[in-house]
């Protein structure tokens, strides 16, 4: 059987490669064994330190194949979304292109196997958009990546960023929320990274998903496709909460209605929190994700086999919904199309 994960990690070694020539923050550096460290700002313990298992794609896919099934990955950036707004405008625009090239590549060189999605720097707007086109309309990428802070002083619901949303909803490409380990840190520090791994990155995701909500974001563009990682992060469990808090907003709809227009995938090693988001967002907005190389898409598996589908149920979430939602062609389709 042919499957879909989603929420699959690839990062290229090249932009780690160029993160070590950098003297100022954010850097990375290279123990010479070709493990990675990265670093967002001075004083910081290194945010992430990554091996071959994040860059070296051809071990990446023979680890797929451990899973008895087909798999095709949908690139997404993860943490790391957040570096490319930290960076000055114009350098954030240069390394986001280096990234979707690197992406466009990958695409290009596994097409029906692997699709990828961009990276937006976001402290100029102008900037953005042009990353944006140039991500979409030339190097054929099927998304894009938001991070939920931009610098430290604006949020992805900056009204600035506006035409920014206009356009996404445009073009039809999904956006995908994931925690960047850049907010909330203050207060969740400690126990060796414990309390933010299990609890900071899913306040992280839904704040940002949330924003978008709340700013009216999703009803003046209700045709934006938000996919939010983690089973939505916490909205969902607080969905009703949301409803009955949030009337300062002055929102038409009751938040719900535009939190169930989002899409999520199946990352959460708890088949409960897997069952009740499907039963929230309905089977149809809901699709697999191993978020390899966090998570182990053996371990992702076995969950959704606990969640009570049934083989038709399987089929949507493993497979048909991402390229559905996604707007996943095969080649040949794609040919066709043409």
């Known amino acids: ?37 990265y670093f967002r700002q001075a004083g910081d313990n290194a945010r992430f330190t990554l091996g071959a298992e994040w860059y070296d794609l051809d ?3 023979e680890h797929m194949q451990t899973t008895g099934f087909e798999v095709d990955v949908v690139c997404s950036i993860g943490p790391l979304s957040v570096h490319f707004s930290d960076l000055p405008a114009e350098e954030g625009r240069d390394a986001a292109m280096h990234w979707n090239e690197e992406m466009a590549s990958a695409q290009r060189k596994h097409a029906g196997r692997l699709w990828a ?28 990546n938001l991070p939920g802070s931009i610098g430290t002083d604006e949020n992805i619901d900056a009204p600035r960023l506006e ?8 073009l039809g490409v999904p956006i995908f929320l994931h925690p960047t380990d850049a907010m909330f840190t203050d207060i969740l520090d400690g126990y060796n990274g414990a309390l933010y791994k299990s609890l900071g990155r ?3 995701v839904s704040v940002s998903a949330y924003r978008l909500v709340l700013s009216g974001l999703m009803e003046r563009y209700p045709n934006l496709k938000v996919v939010v990682s983690h089973t939505g992060g916490a909205l969902p469990y607080q969905s009703g909460r949301m409803d009955k808090n949030s009337g300062g907003a002055k929102l038409p709809h009751p938040p719900s209605t535009y939190l169930r227009r989002m899409y999520t995938d199946t990352v959460s090693p708890h088949d409960m929190g897997v069952r009740f988001a499907l039963e929230y967002y309905g089977v149809d907005h809901v699709m697999y ?10 371990a992702a598996l076995r969950v959704l086999q606990g969640a009570g589908l049934s083989d038709a149920q ?17 080649p040949q389709d794609a040919a066709i199309a043409a």
């Open 163 to 170: 035409p920014l949303y206009a356009r996404l909803e445009q």
């Open 1 to 37: 059987m042919r499957i879909v994960d989603s929420h699959f990690h690839w990062w290229p070694q090249s932009v780690f490669d160029a993160l070590c020539k950098r003297t100022g923050f954010p850097k990375a550096s290279s123990d010479g064994r070709g493990n990675y460290s």
């Open 289 to 298: 994700g191993s978020d390899y190389p966090c998570w182990s898409p053996a």
């Open 117 to 144: 999605t961009a990276a937006l720097p976001l402290r100029d707007t102008t900037i953005a958009l042009d990353v944006l086109e140039h991500a979409i309309g030339k190097l054929g990428l099927v998304g894009v």
């Open 314 to 330: 399987c089929d949507q979430v493993l497979n048909t919904n991402a390229r559905r939602i996604l707007g996943l062609h095969m």
């Open 59 to 61: 071990a990446q896919f």
């Open 202 to 204: 899913v306040i992280d």
